[in-house]
């Protein structure tokens, strides 16, 4: 698997995933009718922030990441990133390979430390991931999510120091 710089032309293969999964609202906290122009321009985040794209030896896109400050002025030191695997490839190490790559992008960026805001409490599969690589819960927002099947679940805040 490579992780490489995402491309304007990439996204053509990364917009039907990423619809299946925000539609699904189960896991992100966008709006489940976010339209493919408008999704574009959230994902692909202006430098120095950073999008990237997971393949395989045959160019197929596995799946993405954007990285990119957490906050702005005195809080600027943390950053933060959203992964989206295709489904097709879940379980094969996709999320992982992403998950530390935004570390070491974090970290050789000069950032102190690495925040997620929202982890939906359902998302086992994703909580798992991300305090093997070293994320901790530092707190958890009451129903702070209305998730489809599950009612209203909490939101995570996950912390790592880099």
Not at 14 to 25: E, S
Not at 33 to 56: C, F, K
Not at 83 to 94: E, H, I, M, R, T
Request: charged letters at 20%.
């Amino acid at each position: 698997m490579l992780i490489r710089e995402a491309t304007t032309e990439d996204w053509p293969a990364i917009w039907p995933f990423f619809h299946a999964i925000v539609a699904a609202g189960e896991t992100l906290t966008y709006p489940t009718d976010l339209g493919e122009e408008e999704a574009q321009g959230w994902w692909y985040v202006p430098a120095p922030n950073r999008v990237v794209v997971a393949v395989d030896e045959a160019g197929e896109i596995l799946g993405t990441a954007k990285m990119n400050r957490n906050h702005m002025g005195n809080s600027s030191h943390v950053a933060s990133a959203t992964y989206l695997v295709d489904p097709a490839y879940s379980g094969k190490g996709v999320g992982r390979a992403l998950c530390e790559h935004s570390v070491d992008w974090a970290r050789t960026s000069g950032f102190r430390a690495m925040q997620f805001n929202a982890v939906v409490e359902t998302n086992t599969h994703a909580i798992k991931l991300y305090e093997s690589v070293g994320f901790e819960v530092i707190g958890t927002l009451p129903e702070g999510f209305n998730h489809p099947t599950e009612g209203y679940v909490g939101l995570h805040i996950m912390h790592k120091a880099l």
